[in-house]
């Protein structure tokens, strides 16, 4: 596993327990696999600055208390990542 992928998948884990919804936790953790953040990040290598940067946007807001702007930013964050993945 890359150090982006490393970062990336304990960024996402750390906001779903951050929601403080254990359902929630436990969903995702049966969904999440390993294999697909190197995947993600293999195809996006070029990306990855931008992740970056989006991450920090989000964790920003976060910080700040501004709920509503971190949704904003990860929706298109997200649409934006799923735009660029091979079909």
């Known amino acids: 596993m890359t150090r982006y992928s490393r970062h990336a998948l304990n960024f996402h884990r750390?906001?779903?327990?951050?929601?403080?919804?254990?359902?929630?936790?436990?969903?995702?953790?049966?969904?999440?696999?390993?294999?697909?953040l190197p995947f993600v990040a293999q195809h996006l290598s070029?990306?990855?600055?931008?992740c970056a940067a989006d991450h920090d946007a989000i964790l920003a807001a976060l910080e700040k208390g501004?709920?509503?702007?971190?949704?904003?930013l990860l929706r298109a964050f997200m649409e934006s990542l799923l735009a660029k993945l091979p079909r």
């Open 66 to 72: 501004e709920g509503a702007l971190a949704g904003r």
């Open 14 to 36: 750390s906001i779903v327990v951050q929601s403080g919804n254990h359902l929630f936790l436990e969903v995702w953790e049966n969904v999440q696999t390993r294999a697909r």
């Open 46 to 50: 070029a990306e990855l600055s931008s």
